[in-house]
């Protein structure tokens, strides 16, 4: 299992921006898909975004297309959630995963085998 961790969380006001990274310590990244998911009070986990292992193939939700972009750099073994545009409903924690499968559905957490602890976003005014 990857050990992956995220950061970048924080308080900010409707309308504004963050930028998470999901970093991988110690194992390359570099045949893994990886996930964004996020979780907010009294709600399941829902998939956010999700880019294959050599970054050119996305996935995006819905309620996040065109305010979201997802990247990875891989000699830093590292993917980003670029966030604008950020309302209160964004309000959640949110959790990077990965396969080695490559596959990059978000639809399920299922088959997404490696996770994160989560970084809390708190969009508040």
């Known amino acids: 299992q990857l050990q992956l961790v995220e950061s970048g969380g924080g308080l900010v006001q409707p309308g504004g921006s963050l930028r998470l990274s999901c970093v991988s310590s110690?194992?390359?990244?570099?045949?893994?898909?990886v996930g964004w998911f996020r979780q907010a009070p009294g709600k399941e986990r829902e998939g956010v975004s999700s880019i294959d292992s050599i970054g050119d193939s996305i996935n995006y939700a819905d309620f996040v297309k065109g305010r979201f972009t997802i990247s990875r750099d891989t000699a830093k073994n590292t993917v980003y959630l670029q966030m604008n545009s950020l309302n209160p409903e964004d309000t959640a924690v949110y959790f990077c995963?990965?396969?080695?499968?490559?596959?990059?559905?978000?639809?399920?957490?299922?088959?997404?085998?490696?996770w994160g602890q989560g970084t809390q976003v708190t969009v508040s005014s």
């Open positions: 110690g194992l390359a990244l570099d045949t893994y898909a």
């Open positions: 995963a990965a396969n080695n499968y490559d596959f990059i559905s978000i639809r399920t957490t299922r088959g997404w085998a490696s």
